[in-house]
């Protein structure tokens, strides 16, 4: 062979592996970790997050294209936004599972304060919807401080759960006090939905950080009366549950909600009607492409569709968990607790509320119920999750993670 034509060869090798090195050098540069160090769990989680938020912009689409036809005179008017939202959330998402989780966990103390003082600015200056003042609008945008906080509830809760006997008793107050501020200023909107979400998942949380029984005993019979109280001050609370008990008792008032959502997963039967096909869409519904969204999705996939649903949040929750038990510190621990609880608890919460196992609430489905608040703060609760799953590796994370980085850029 002459030595033109073992050089062409060798040129046409170089061409085609000099692409497949340019691909991976960049996925290395913008990993946190190489992609083959990657623990089974946060391959999964990603994956499943994928399918999860590709499933969530389907449904959605359905549940939001005939009213946003009628509405907006766009029938993707919602899609479209949500498109946004989701794009941004995903890079929260990846700027979440980049950054140190030591790093996280000291921002969480002033974020938390943060959200408080946003939370409290909706009392006095927020946006009322249903009877509820719950947004601050900037510009053209609406925030929800209440969800957008959601993430840093769980940060610093398990700063303070994973040293909890070894923490003076004036932190312990301080953040506790913070805590429970934080709750009685969102009970005070009122969004009882998500004043209960926070006050399980910190009590959940202190729980796996293996507190005294008797003072979480306490903690959750004084959660309770607070609840009781608010749904008593509150004449909508009160007719909520009321038309939860008997909601055929009001069927064109307080009950209609309830009756549509039941009419709607009722009508799917086995295998649903079929994807698009829903009829409670078409303005019988109340409030289909939020809270009331799984009503469309158990309709046009039916009882298959809704159990796999089921299955798919059981399959979450058991990553979670093994991520949790992976972990190297009590404080990554109880994050990855804390965010699979949050994950799967306000998805349970959501369906429970559809099919009348619970009083009407507004607590969005993660990741399927349209807004951009929502997507934010689960898809940086994913983040959180996947970065406990890698740094439970070892390679990364830690007080040696630029040492760890430079001896795997060598190899």
Avoid at 37 to 65: H, Q
Avoid at 258 to 273: D, N, P, R, T, Y
Wanted: proline residues 4%; aromatic residues 10%.
């Amino acid at each position: 062979m002459s030595r033109r034509s073992r050089s062409s060869r060798s040129d046409t090798v170089r061409t085609r592996t000099h692409p497949e090195k340019e691909q991976k050098a960049f996925w290395d540069r913008h990993l946190p970790l190489d992609w083959s160090l990657w623990p089974a769990e946060a391959r999964l989680l990603l994956t499943l997050t994928a399918i999860w938020s590709l499933a969530g912009l389907l449904v959605l689409a359905s549940a939001s294209w005939w009213v946003a036809a009628r509405e907006q005179g766009e029938g993707a008017f919602y899609l479209k936004r949500q498109l946004v939202w989701m794009a941004a959330s995903w890079s929260l998402m990846a700027f979440t599972a980049s950054i140190n989780l030591r790093r996280w966990l000291k921002m969480a103390g002033p974020a938390l304060w943060i959200g408080g003082l946003l939370v409290a600015a909706t009392l006095v200056m927020g946006t009322t919807v249903n009877g509820a003042s719950r947004w601050l609008v900037i510009g053209p945008i609406q925030i929800q401080p209440s969800e957008l906080v959601k993430p840093f509830v769980v940060l610093q809760a398990a700063n303070l759960f994973a040293h909890w006997k070894r923490t003076g008793l004036d932190q312990k107050l301080l953040w506790l006090g913070s805590f429970g501020l934080l709750v009685l200023l969102i009970l005070k909107q009122p969004n009882l939905s998500t004043a209960a979400l926070n006050g399980l998942l910190i009590w959940l949380m202190a729980f796996s950080a293996g507190l005294p029984l008797v003072q979480l005993f306490g903690t959750a019979i004084g959660g309770a009366c607070l609840g009781t109280a608010s749904i008593l001050i509150n004449e909508y609370q009160r007719l909520r549950v009321i038309s939860f008990l008997n909601p055929w008792k009001d069927p064109q008032g307080d009950g209609y909600q309830l009756i549509q959502s039941l009419l709607a997963i009722g009508s799917g039967g086995v295998f649903g009607e079929g994807f698009g096909l829903s009829t409670q869409k078409l303005q019988y519904l109340p409030i289909q492409s939020t809270d009331f969204i799984f009503a469309v999705y158990a309709e046009e996939f039916g009882l298959v569709g809704s159990l796999l649903l089921l299955l798919f949040l059981m399959l979450i929750g058991y990553l979670g968990l093994r991520v949790a038990l992976r972990c190297r510190s009590n404080q990554a621990r109880l994050v990855a607790i804390g965010c699979s609880t949050l994950l799967v608890g306000q998805s349970i919460m959501n369906i429970a509320v559809a099919s009348g196992a619970m009083p009407t609430t507004g607590l969005p489905l993660p990741l399927m119920s349209y807004g951009g608040n929502s997507l934010l703060s689960s898809l940086m609760i994913v983040g959180l999750l996947i970065r406990c799953s890698l740094e439970s590796t070892g390679f990364i994370g830690g007080r040696g993670q630029r040492r760890s980085e430079r001896k795997l850029r060598r190899h």
